[in-house]
């Protein structure tokens, strides 16, 4: 399960550098955490977590704007945010992010192996990894809330986005 600060920092940390305001990379960022509310319904990675639906919100965004350039950028900051959610669901574990698509979950494998012999091999695995989706209500949830190593990313890359705005152009 992926934590909330790297839910709310990867979305802020992209948007910044694609030279959005703050206010849409905070929008963004408290989108990407929405997703998991689902628990306070008893079933985590729901439907909330369709990378499919959330496209579907951003490509109605963009439709919007197309027709209406007075539309806010705030739609598609939000359909960020909530893409973003899925996909660093789908790289920590299953999650049903081709909803309604399939009734499958998915689970993305990415790693880099690296072994020393007499040379150095590097092996790329790419692995995608499917199982019947399991939407049970559920009695008890145990997930790590802050990891050291996610309070660690989520910092870096909050303060790289912050000194983008800080430093003069």
Known sequence: MT?????????FALLSVAGADPVLCS????????????????????????????GLFVMLGTLMRAIDPNVSYAVLAIGIGLISHGLLDVVTGYSPVLWPLSREEFSVIVRLQVTFRSSVEFRPVLEVRRRPSDQQRFVFLEAALITAEGLIVSAILMALSLLRWSSPP
């Open 3 to 11: 934590e909330p600060a790297l839910h709310f920092s990867v979305p």
């Open 27 to 54: 929008l963004a960022s408290v989108s990407a955490i929405l997703p998991d509310l689902d628990v306070f319904v008893g079933i985590h990675r729901s439907c909330t977590h369709s990378v499919v639906l959330h």
